[in-house]
């Protein structure tokens, strides 16, 4: 996934190109992961405008329940503790 490339995990999967959708959710996503006080308006709406109010939320909701996942796998890994997946 972009997040766990974001922190310094590797993903094991190829890119491919991206829907409307997925590129404003990508968009969205990197901003989050790289500094959440820099998410602006402008990305925040353009998720709105493809998954609706609520899907947006429960965009947000899930990219935090994901992100503090993978981080937490990689400071595990950093630290050399092996990790179930």
Do not use: K, N
Request: net charge negative; proline share 2%; aromatic share 4%.
């Amino acid at each position: 996934s972009r997040i766990a490339l974001l922190i310094g995990l590797d993903s094991g999967r190829q890119p491919r190109p991206l829907t409307d959708t997925e590129r404003a959710c990508v968009d969205l996503t990197e901003q989050f992961v790289l500094d959440v006080t820099g998410v602006t308006d402008a990305q925040v709406a353009a998720v709105v405008d493809h998954l609706g109010a609520d899907g947006a939320m429960e965009f947000v909701y899930a990219l935090l329940a994901v992100e503090q996942r993978l981080r937490m796998q990689a400071m595990w890994t950093r630290l050399g503790v092996e990790v179930a997946s």
